[in-house]
């Protein structure tokens, strides 16, 4: 089909989806920095937002190396066919390179979260630094907000999915689901419908179809648009917020300008002073980040807040245990993080 030749030459009017698709991913491509901007991969399902954003992309960025990348999941059979079509169109739509990557689906979580880590880890590896375009949408980033908010996360998860978190970008965030429907319509091009987008088991699909236009009667259009500005607002909150937890973590490392040595950065010990004249809110800030440097994973609100404990609620308790079989302890005035085999003594834990 060529789409992205014969809709330039023509110069028809009447392609506004495709043409707001075009410039968002224009306008994303500016906000990247310069070393990051010399080729592009662009992440295709096969399904209409990931389609008219790889259209974009190619028709947007012609004087870069653009690369389509399609994940197989092989978890459905036919499920090679869905990614050769999607890697077929994605050449038609004036992609130069496509990619399909087989990938194999095992771990916690059921099929579902062990596919999503199996593409994210295939899509960077694939893409070796260049940023990966996924085509997230702004109904993707309300859905994300309220199931957030129905689990009581914290600011973080409220904040949603970041334009650009590298190697991920979303140039799509601003925009909505029905403008990228409206794209490939105009392209000419029939998406795939994932199976699994009208399943009314999945709680996004129960948001998207029921909370939201119930949400919207009573508040009126636009909730997607507003709980997506309310995301962005927070994002920039929070990011102040984790900026001023890493200078006290820095603090309570004690850290010189030149930073902290090799060994103190895997495994520092914390001034459990300098900790307690800060915000609960900094500390868990700074807390969290020690703890994911230490390398223990899966950090529950919970887990946070013992750890807290031990600096603001100190009654000469034991260790906390974190996942991962880490434990976090204070003595002498120092937090310090170790795994639990190197033998504390844990006089209490909280799992
Ligand atoms: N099989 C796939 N191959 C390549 N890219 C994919 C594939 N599935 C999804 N993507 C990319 O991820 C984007 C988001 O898709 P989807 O919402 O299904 O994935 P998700 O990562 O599970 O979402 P979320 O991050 O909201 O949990 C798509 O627009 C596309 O860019």
Same mark, same amino acid.
């Given at each position: 089909?060529?789409?992205? *030749?014969?809709?330039?030459?023509?110069?028809?009017?009447?392609?506004?989806?495709?043409?707001?698709?075009?410039?968002?991913?224009?306008?994303?491509?500016?906000?990247?920095?310069?070393?990051?901007? +010399?080729?592009?991969?662009?992440?295709?399902?096969?399904?209409?937002?990931?389609?008219?954003?790889?259209?974009?992309?190619?028709?947007?960025?012609?004087?870069?190396?653009?690369?389509?990348?399609?994940?197989?999941?092989?978890?459905?059979?036919?499920?090679?066919? %869905?990614?050769?079509?999607?890697?077929?169109?994605?050449? +038609?739509?004036?992609?130069? +390179?496509?990619?399909?990557?087989? %990938?194999?689906?095992?771990?916690?979580?059921?099929?579902?979260?062990?596919?999503?880590?199996? =593409?994210?880890?295939?899509?960077?590896?694939?893409?070796?630094?260049?940023?990966?375009?996924?085509?997230?949408?702004?109904?993707?980033?309300?859905?994300?907000?309220?199931?957030?908010? @129905?689990?009581?996360? *914290?600011?973080?998860?409220?904040?949603?999915?970041?334009?650009?978190?590298?190697?991920?970008?979303?140039?799509?965030?601003?925009?909505?689901?029905?403008?990228? =429907?409206?794209?490939?319509?105009?392209?000419?091009?029939?998406?795939? &419908?994932?199976?699994?987008?009208?399943?009314?088991?999945?709680?996004? !699909?129960?948001?998207?179809?029921?909370?939201?236009?119930?949400?919207?009667?009573?508040?009126?259009?636009?909730?997607?648009?507003?709980?997506?500005?309310?995301?962005? &607002?927070?994002?920039?909150?929070?990011? !102040?917020?984790?900026?001023?937890?890493?200078?006290?973590?820095?603090?309570?490392?004690?850290?010189?300008? *030149?930073?902290?040595?090799? @060994?103190?950065?895997?495994?520092?010990?914390?001034?459990?002073? !300098?900790?307690?004249?800060?915000?609960?809110?900094? =500390?868990?800030?700074?807390?969290?980040?020690?703890?994911?440097?230490?390398? !223990?994973?899966?950090?529950?609100?919970?887990?946070?807040?013992?750890?807290?404990?031990?600096?603001?609620?100190?009654? *000469?308790?034991? @260790? %906390?245990?974190?996942?991962?079989?880490? +434990?976090?302890?204070?003595?002498? @005035?120092?937090?310090?993080?170790?795994?639990?085999?190197?033998?504390?003594?844990?006089?209490?834990?909280?799992?």
């Amino acid at each position: 089909m060529g789409a992205a *030749g014969p809709l330039t030459a023509s110069g028809r009017s009447g392609f506004h989806a495709v043409a707001a698709v075009r410039k968002a991913v224009r306008e994303f491509m500016r906000t990247l920095p310069e070393s990051a901007a +010399e080729s592009l991969c662009v992440a295709v399902s096969g399904g209409a937002d990931s389609l008219a954003l790889a259209e974009a992309a190619a028709y947007t960025c012609r004087s870069l190396p653009v690369t389509a990348l399609v994940v197989d999941h092989g978890l459905q059979t036919g499920s090679d066919e %869905v990614a050769e079509k999607a890697a077929a169109t994605a050449r +038609e739509l004036g992609v130069g +390179e496509v990619r399909v990557l087989p %990938v194999s689906v095992s771990g916690r979580g059921g099929p579902e979260a062990a596919a999503r880590r199996a =593409r994210y880890a295939a899509l960077r590896e694939a893409s070796a630094g260049a940023p990966v375009l996924l085509g997230h949408t702004r109904d993707d980033q309300a859905e994300t907000v309220l199931l957030g908010l @129905g689990r009581g996360s *914290g600011p973080r998860s409220i904040a949603g999915m970041r334009p650009y978190d590298p190697p991920w970008g979303r140039p799509l965030l601003g925009l909505p689901r029905a403008t990228t =429907r409206a794209a490939c319509d105009e392209l000419g091009i029939v998406p795939w &419908q994932d199976p699994h987008n009208s399943d009314s088991r999945y709680r996004r !699909v129960r948001i998207r179809e029921e909370a939201l236009p119930t949400l919207e009667d009573v508040l009126g259009g636009g909730v997607a648009g507003a709980l997506a500005r309310t995301a962005a &607002q927070l994002r920039e909150d929070v990011d !102040v917020l984790d900026d001023l937890g890493e200078e006290l973590l820095a603090a309570a490392r004690g850290d010189t300008c *030149g930073g902290a040595d090799e @060994g103190r950065r895997t495994a520092p010990e914390l001034s459990v002073p !300098v900790l307690e004249s800060a915000p609960g809110a900094l =500390r868990r800030r700074a807390l969290r980040s020690w703890l994911l440097g230490a390398g !223990v994973r899966e950090l529950t609100d919970a887990h946070l807040r013992s750890v807290d404990a031990l600096v603001a609620d100190w009654r *000469g308790q034991g @260790g %906390v245990w974190l996942p991962g079989d880490f +434990e976090a302890s204070r003595a002498r @005035g120092k937090l310090r993080v170790e795994p639990a085999a190197a033998g504390i003594i844990t006089t209490s834990h909280h799992r």
